[in-house]
């Protein structure tokens, strides 16, 4: 069973507590037996399952809860924390020290998407203003330095490597001395992949981690190999001081379970998880959050740090144009910009509660063609068009306009008219929220804007959606939620 169907059946678990009309002994132990079966189908370990049932069983004593208590809501509480604890090994994440050199070394078996991972980390990075570099220090697999050296190009990140040089233990030792002394914050070593079997790979391994004595050993460990996982990563453990987990392939065809639970054998925390083949299908792993988009419970946090990176806020320009209500053609253009920016579509949707189910891979594909597909429209208008207060009415009334448009970008009126309906549509939205002065001052709507301005807007965004999704999120009950949710995490942000 892969990750999302293991989330929905959890999900499903725990509404049938919704749906009981007496929370008693009977209905706690039916929806404990689907968790665990879920749990068990996604190639989780036997013991943990086991042990997480024992957990909230002993958390949940009936004839001692007081009469006044909410047991749906204690019991979904506890069975929330025990999935947190399936994942987590309660020790703190290795964190990388600004203005100074921090190497660290990637081990994990052949075909684990090593290489790969290696080069994401480093993009990671660089795209936080940190200067980063790879090594390849695997001499051991064909056309690794060609597949480190290839990403690194295209990623514009700095590598080093040889095709002549056949000791892993001097090209290792030779790049981190020569990206110290360039002053390169993040050094990445990529190894050779092994397994647990080769004892030569193994000794290689400990050789190149004695040379260049890293900061962290990250483990590098594919989701697809299930339980195997955690016989690997203790072999590995005795070798070198494991100190990070990076789970790779843990997107739609892995069970992923057998990864997760096997993070308890190595007793280091998850930092990243890699859910596809992109330089940017990449996430931080923060245990809370995962369990929550799991759950289709949503990542408000997440999504706000990826807000944030964008630096929105720098853009006094755009704010200066949304207080005083007004939204051209380019504002609209520039806000899919960013969207692209933010990352794969799907990523972004499933932080926002209720949204993880109606964004499959094939919504996310269709999304963003129909992103790319309303950008190559607008580059076919005019600065004059771009840049409009009302850039809707000047087509409506000059109809030609829209022919010229469709001509150049290879599409139909229909759809440049499509697109300007949208348009028409962000720029009201946007005239309401300038109205609303309370908006941009410090300390966010909550606590400046009118409660009935802005359940208002509520609606009016309720309006603008598309139905399927407005259900998705629970109505307008989920939405107004989910808008409390961000204020609330906007508010936290700042703080």
Known sequence: MVLADLGRKI?????????????????????????????????????????????????????????GLNKRKMIQTTVFQELVKLVDPGTKAWQPVKGQSNVIMFVGLQGSGKTTTCTKLAYYYQRKNWKTCLIC???????AFDQLKQNSTKARIPFYGSY????????????????????????????????????????EMLQVYNAVTPDNVIFVMDATIGQACESQARAFKEKVDVASVIITKLDGHAKGGGA???????????????????IDDFEQFKTQPFIRKLLNMGDIEGLIDKVNELKLDENEELVEKLKHGQFTLRDMYEQFQNIMKMGPFSQIMSMIPGFNDFMTKGHEKDSMD???????????????????????????????????????SGTLPKEVHELLIQYGKFAQMVKKMGGMK?????????KNVNPSQMARLNTHMAKMMDPRVLHQMGGMQGLQSMMRQFQQGSGGGNK
């Open 260 to 278: 997760l639970s096997a993070v308890a054998a190595t007793k280091s925390p998850i930092i990243f998880i890699g859910t596809g083949e992109h």
């Open 11 to 67: 999900t499903n678990a725990l509404r049938s507590l919704s749906n009981a009309t007496i929370i008693n002994e009977e209905v706690l132990q039916s929806m404990l037996g689907e968790i665990c079966r879920a749990l068990l189908e996604a190639d989780v370990n036997i013991r943990l399952v086991k042990q997480m049932r024992e957990n909230v069983r002993g958390a949940i004593d009936f004839e001692d809860m007081a009469s």
């Open 164 to 203: 002549t040089e056949a000791d892993p233990v001097i090209i290792a030792q030779e790049g981190v001395e020569k990206f110290k002394e360039e002053n390169f914050e993040i050094i990445i070593v990529d190894t050779s992949g092994r397994h647990k079997q080769e004892d030569a790979l193994f000794e």
């Open 137 to 143: 220090a695997d001499t051991f697999r064909a056309g």
């Open 438 to 446: 309370g908006l941009f001052k410090p300390g966010g709507m909550d």
């Open 370 to 408: 129909r992103l790319k597909k309303l950008m190559t429209i607008m580059d076919s208008m005019t600065d004059d068009e771009l840049d409009n207060k009302d850039g809707a009415k000047l087509f409506t009334r000059q109809q030609s306009r829209i022919a010229r448009v469709a001509r150049g």
